[in-house]
């Protein structure tokens, strides 16, 4: 599961261009991970130019 850092994304857009699966979402002043979607590739972690993204596990319910 990415984690975002609240009011630290710049909404440059280059994590979504990067996502193979298309599960990361721009919107206004929101950036939104479907994390039923996302593979947990990492690749928006590592393009992210602020470093504002990073992986936590998902914990059981």
Not at 2 to 31: Q, S, W, Y
């Amino acid at each position: 599961m990415i984690r975002i850092e609240e009011n630290k994304c710049d909404f440059c857009g280059c994590c979504v261009g990067l996502c193979p699966t298309d599960c990361i979402e721009v919107k206004e002043a929101v950036i939104e991970i479907d994390d039923d979607e996302c593979v947990d590739c990492d690749l928006c972690i590592f393009i992210c130019p602020i470093e504002v993204l990073s992986h936590v596990e998902k914990t059981a319910v």
